[in-house]
């Protein structure tokens, strides 16, 4: 029987360490996780997570991005049909429970993880650009900048993340809900619900 080569038994190891980072992180976050743990569960040498990761911060860093790289590619951007969209997003955290416990961790330990990682960050422009294309065709509101409009879909949309410390107990009436409110949002003539406050207010 032919051995594995080293490069292939490499891609192994990393594959098995950031599975178990995942587990690990999602249960005690970056400042509770222990690296012993996570080689001991993944069969590898601890001084190897080093290696590969640089440190503990650096390897919740590519968990995080290894998995929200992976959520970019499973679920694009429809800018036609923006509750579909988050409706999806809902359906990805719930059927990967584990991921809504990170994106816990991620907000309380690492605020500023999203803005330093390049893949998310290109996949938000695109998105923005998407929206802003559909709001010049007439087909979103245009009452809210794309940027703006978009963090507004992902906040009502990450609301069920934070509102429920497990996904297993999300509900069909929660993405019903979560319908309604994009909709509702994001329809083409929705003018703004409240003036801006002036000083004096």
Do not use: C
């Amino acid at each position: 029987m032919q051995k594995e080569t080293p490069v292939r038994d490499a891609e192994a190891t990393r594959r098995r360490v950031l599975d178990a980072a995942t587990a690990e992180f999602s249960a005690f976050g970056l400042a509770g996780a222990r690296t012993a743990r996570i080689a001991a569960a993944a069969h590898a040498n601890q001084r190897m997570i080093y290696a590969y990761f640089g440190n503990k911060d650096g390897l919740f860093d590519a968990v995080l991005e290894h998995h929200i790289t992976n959520a970019q590619h499973a679920v694009t951007l429809d800018a036609s049909d923006l509750p579909g969209y988050a409706q999806r997003v809902f359906d990805f955290y719930h059927a990967h429970p584990h991921l809504v416990r990170l994106a816990l961790w991620q907000s309380l330990e690492r605020p500023e993880l999203m803005e330093s990682l390049p893949a998310v960050v290109t996949a938000m422009e695109a998105k923005v650009t998407a929206i802003s294309r559909a709001q010049q065709a007439g087909h979103v509101t245009s009452a809210v900048p794309a940027d703006r409009l978009l963090d507004q879909i992902l906040t009502l949309t990450h609301g069920n993340i934070t509102a429920a410390s497990h996904a297993e107990a999300w509900t069909a009436q929660q993405r019903h809900d979560l319908g309604v409110a994009v909709t509702a949002l994001t329809r083409p003539g929705r003018a703004p619900t409240a003036p801006e406050r002036g000083d004096g207010a």
